[in-house]
C-alpha cells in the first residue's frame, strides 16, 4: 500500500490507486463516481438549507405581522428579535416565496 498521508493533492493517486479525499482514500478516477455523488449530495443539502431558510424567514415574518397587528411597535420587536428595525420593515414589505 502507499503512503496515506491527509494533506496530499487529491487528484494525484497513490502507486495503490487510491486518491487523497478529505475523509479517506477512494478508489477510482478523478470525475469518478465519488465526484458525482459528492456533488449530488452537496446541491441535496444547499437546496434542503434553503427551504428551511425560506421557511424560517416565512415563520419570522408571519410571527411580525401578528405581533404588529395586536399593536406591538416595530422597535420592540425588532428588539426583541435581534434585528434592526430597517430589517423588520424589510421583512414586513417582502413577498412571500412562492
Do not use: W
Not at 495503490?16 to 478516477?29: I, P, T
Not at 455523488?37 to 444547499?46: D, S
Not at 434542503?48 to 408571519?62: D, F, M, N, V
Amino acid at each position: 500500500m502507499g503512503n496515506h498521508c491527509i494533506n496530499r493533492d487529491p487528484h494525484k493517486h497513490d502507486s495503490d490507486g487510491f486518491r487523497n479525499v478529505e475523509d479517506g482514500y477512494l478508489e477510482g478516477d478523478d470525475e469518478g463516481e465519488f465526484d458525482i455523488a459528492y456533488r449530488t449530495l452537496a446541491a441535496k443539502r444547499r437546496e434542503y438549507s434553503e427551504r428551511l431558510r425560506q421557511q424560517a424567514t416565512t415563520g419570522l415574518r408571519e410571527n411580525i405581522r401578528r405581533a404588529h397587528a395586536e399593536g406591538v411597535s416595530i422597535a420592540r420587536i425588532a428588539r426583541e428579535a435581534h434585528l434592526s428595525r430597517q430589517g423588520v420593515y424589510d421583512l414586513l414589505a417582502a413577498a412571500p416565496p412562492s
